[in-house]
């Protein structure tokens, strides 16, 4: 049996890095007809795979109470739905990457929920703690485990601190460039096995929240982490640029190379009261 690991403000280690995301178009070793006839799929956000891990929420609400716990999971199959091609894949040994993040908002701005709460995580997903920046909450880096072809993560998140929160789900792949995949810097993903058949080494991990992610009832929250945090590069999958949080697909252009779907980032509002 695993040991739990009970991770607070004391443990926090500086891991730089992990936020800065690698954009710009990569060089295609390969012709488009080429290409389709190895991979015969429509591509809806290009040909970065877009693997679906919905974040489970549990109990989910909008408020809760001091010393209440929040758990939070993933466990899924390793066929797996990418977004882009609209298919299931099968998508063995992906290292499922994650770093949790959880904001505060009062009249003062943000403050990093993980100094004021606890979270109870296994230490069989190697959590963590990376350290907070003026734009980036601190948060809380784990993998998910792969057994008999069962992708899966979970941790408590226990509430000890009264306020409104936000939280932020962010996969490492969005920030490893294929280039730097051939050049054996992230060795992990050399041993990713895909069935689709596609010539590509890039990933992109969905995190979408199952049930109400609470945009409307935590609209001021959520608009201060879009511009604060992510520069106005959140957009909504399914609204136009005059969306009153998100603001669609803004100037800095396509999703693909620059944006963020708030819809998988695994944004989700709630109120904790005494």
């Given at each position: 049996?695993?040991?739990?690991?009970?991770?607070?403000?004391?443990?926090?280690?500086?891991?730089?890095?992990?936020?800065?995301?690698?954009?710009?178009c990569?060089?295609d070793?390969?012709?488009?007809?080429?290409?389709?006839?190895?991979?015969?799929?429509?591509?809806?956000?290009?040909?970065?795979?877009?693997?679906?891990?919905?974040?489970?929420?549990?109990?989910?609400?909008?408020?809760?109470?001091v010393?209440?716990?929040i758990?939070?999971?993933?466990?899924f199959?390793?066929?797996i739905f990418?977004?882009?091609?609209?298919?299931?894949?099968?998508?063995?040994?992906?290292?499922?990457?994650?770093?949790f993040?959880?904001?505060?908002?009062?009249?003062e701005?943000?403050?990093?929920?993980?100094?004021?709460?606890?979270?109870?995580?296994?230490?069989v997903?190697?959590?963590?703690?990376?350290?907070?920046?003026?734009?980036?909450?601190?948060?809380?880096?784990?993998?998910?485990t792969?057994?008999?072809?069962?992708?899966?993560?979970?941790?408590?998140?226990?509430?000890?601190?009264?306020?409104?929160?936000?939280?932020s789900?962010?996969?490492?792949?969005?920030?490893?460039?294929?280039?730097?995949?051939?050049?054996?810097?992230?060795?992990?993903?050399?041993?990713?096995?895909?069935?689709?058949?596609?010539?590509?080494?890039?990933?992109?991990?969905?995190?979408?929240?199952n049930?109400?992610?609470?945009?409307?009832?935590?609209?001021?929250?959520?608009?201060?982490?879009?511009?604060?945090?992510?520069?106005?590069?959140?957009?909504?999958?399914?609204t136009?640029?005059?969306?009153?949080i998100?603001g669609?697909?803004?100037?800095?252009?396509?999703?693909?190379?620059?944006?963020?779907?708030a819809?998988?980032?695994?944004?989700?509002?709630?109120?904790?009261?005494?």
């Amino acid at each position: 049996m695993s040991m739990m690991c009970l991770i607070n403000k004391c443990l926090i280690i500086l891991v730089a890095g992990l936020l800065i995301t690698i954009s710009g178009c990569l060089p295609d070793s390969i012709s488009s007809e080429e290409y389709f006839e190895l991979c015969p799929y429509e591509l809806k956000y290009g040909r970065k795979f877009h693997l679906d891990a919905p974040i489970n929420i549990s109990p989910h609400q909008m408020t809760y109470e001091v010393g209440d716990t929040i758990t939070f999971s993933y466990e899924f199959t390793d066929t797996i739905f990418c977004h882009s091609r609209e298919h299931d894949f099968v998508i063995g040994d992906f290292p499922f990457n994650t770093l949790f993040s959880l904001y505060r908002f009062d009249s003062e701005g943000w403050h990093s929920g993980l100094l004021e709460n606890d979270i109870i995580i296994d230490s069989v997903y190697a959590p963590l703690i990376v350290d907070g920046t003026s734009r980036w909450s601190v948060g809380v880096n784990s993998f998910a485990t792969y057994t008999d072809n069962i992708y899966s993560l979970n941790f408590q998140l226990i509430l000890l601190t009264p306020g409104r929160y936000v939280t932020s789900f962010f996969d490492r792949s969005w920030a490893v460039d294929e280039l730097d995949i051939l050049d054996g810097l992230f060795p992990e993903y050399l041993s990713v096995t895909n069935n689709s058949g596609c010539p590509d080494a890039r990933y992109g991990v969905c995190h979408g929240i199952n049930g109400d992610p609470h945009y409307e009832a935590f609209s001021t929250e959520m608009t201060f982490l879009d511009e604060g945090s992510y520069r106005g590069r959140l957009y909504s999958l399914g609204t136009d640029r005059d969306d009153p949080i998100w603001g669609g697909l803004n100037e800095f252009g396509s999703h693909e190379n620059q944006g963020r779907a708030a819809e998988w980032v695994g944004i989700f509002g709630f109120e904790v009261v005494e």
